[in-house]
T-cell receptor, first 111, second 111 residues
């Protein structure tokens, strides 16, 4: 069974640009959660999608958005990038109420 | 404020030693996860538990719901166990798959 995949793995962007990250969950998993990891703040929840609906949202500005498609694949978008958005972005998929499986992450560097 | 606290932050052990990492949380939860993160960022889910004790190989996780406390034990530690271990909780059924994380414990096992 294929694991969670994330693309791209590495990304370098300039301040003010926007970026889209993609996450393909394990087959059969309808829940996809996104997390941001930085050295200063640790791991923080961004949002969760379940059956194409955003079910939970963390405490991040509106520049951070996401969506989920009918095949459960999810994308997150960050607009007007700031230096502080440099982080490892992780997605995780799960069946409802079960443990989460994490992808390898996308390392975003904003210069 | 819902919080998750881990201790110790850093732990150095000799190969073969018994290791314990602790996690405390502030209010009732629906599930607690123990995660392992290796250099490079990939996160592996070790355990998800809501009561009692689970064992997988040399790893044992316990949770005391009344005391709001969980422990992760590693028996006969090995250098390949060197990683960051992260405790994460799901606060309630309405939280969906949203996780709140502890700061992590950096474990180094020397040969």
């Amino acid at each position: 069974k294929a694991g969670v995949t994330q693309t791209p793995r590495y990304l370098i962007k300039t301040r003010g640009q926007q970026v889209t990250l993609s996450c393909s969950p394990i087959s059969g998993h309808r829940s996809v959660s996104w997390y941001q990891q930085t050295p200063g703040q640790g791991l923080q929840f961004l949002f969760e999608y379940f059956s194409e609906t955003q079910r939970n949202k963390g405490n991040f500005p509106g520049r951070f958005s996401g969506r989920q498609f009918s095949n459960s694949r999810s994308e997150m978008n960050v607009s007007t990038l700031e230096l502080g958005d440099s982080a490892l972005y992780l997605c995780a998929s799960s069946r409802e109420g079960y443990e989460q499986y994490f992808g390898p992450g996308t390392r975003l560097t904003v210069t | 404020k819902n919080e998750v606290e881990q201790s110790p932050q850093n732990l150095t052990a000799q190969e073969g030693e018994f290791i314990t990492i602790n996690c405390s949380y502030s209010v009732g939860i629906s599930a607690l996860h123990w995660l392992q993160q290796h250099p490079g960022g990939g996160i592996v889910s070790l355990f998800m538990l809501s009561s009692g004790k689970k064992k997988h190989g040399r790893l044992i996780a316990t949770i005391n719901i009344q005391e709001k406390h969980s422990s992760l034990h590693i028996t006969a530690s090995h250098p390949r166990d060197s990683a960051v271990y992260i405790c994460a909780v799901r606060w309630g059924e309405t939280s969906g798959s949203r996780l709140t994380f502890g700061e992590g414990t950096q474990l180094t096992v020397n040969p």
